[in-house]
């Protein structure tokens, strides 16, 4: 996972100039997929994990809307699952995504299609370097396995709710680290587990 900025700043000549906007940046050359939608999703989920209505419904309600966040969030990148052997997401007929704006600040972008070099401040440097990337697979991973949780047998309160914690589990294990990008996308981080918690 990359700052979008930095990526859309290098043109077909491979300089890296924050101020430039080349009409052909490394970005849609690369088709990268906008990461932002994945942390949303898992800090949606991670909310909605903890549903208010007790009854069955609310918690069969709650596992539909994660699901829901999290196909979208996904469905629009089936090359990054491909890429991560994963299964695809099936696509949506009159999906209403189609020609929506999106507003984003980071990008996916595979670390091999990154290993170049570029002139930055008139020196020639890896971008890997300049970039300092985060591997995002922890997160594809986590958000792909939650749709399939939500798609797993369930006959009870109990089980909804057991799935509705191994959701909640599985997000606390992978977002906490991610914190910091989602404060700067003015999403609200979530505390790190505590010793108690761990041991629940």
């Known amino acids: 996972m990359i700052v979008g900025d930095a990526i859309g700043c290098i043109g077909k000549d491979r300089v890296l ?24 999703a898992l800090r949606k989920a991670f909310t909605l994990s903890y549903p208010r209505n007790p009854f069955i419904d609310g918690l069969n309600q709650a596992l539909q809307e994660i699901r829901r966040v ?6 629009e990148m089936p090359e990054v699952l491909e890429e991560l052997k994963l299964p695809k997401i099936p696509p949506v007929m009159d999906d209403p995504r189609v020609g929506r704006t999106h ?16 002139k930055y401040e008139g020196k020639s440097q890896p971008l890997l370097k300049l970039l300092e990337p985060v591997a995002a ?38 977002l906490p ?18 010793e108690e918690q761990e041991n629940d």
């Not at 999290?70 to 469905?75: E, G, N, R």
């Not at 600040?105 to 570029?118: C, G, N, Q």
């Not at 999403?187 to 587990?193: F, H, S, T």
């Open 137 to 174: 697979d922890p997160l594809i991973h986590t958000v792909r396995e939650i749709i399939s949780m939500t798609f797993s047998e369930m006959f009870s309160e109990e089980q909804h709710e057991a799935v509705l914690r191994r959701i909640r589990d599985q997000i606390w294990d992978v």
């Open 70 to 75: 999290c196909v979208d969030a996904l469905i």
């Open 103 to 118: 507003v984003f600040k980071y990008f996916l972008a595979r670390t091999s299609d990154l290993s170049i070099k570029v």
């Open 177 to 194: 680290p991610f914190n910091e990008y989602l404060i700067s996308i003015e999403v609200e981080p979530i505390a790190a587990k505590s």
């Open 17 to 40: 100039d924050l101020n430039s906007d080349p009409a052909e940046p490394l970005c849609d050359e690369l088709q990268c997929p906008i990461a932002d939608e994945i942390l949303v």
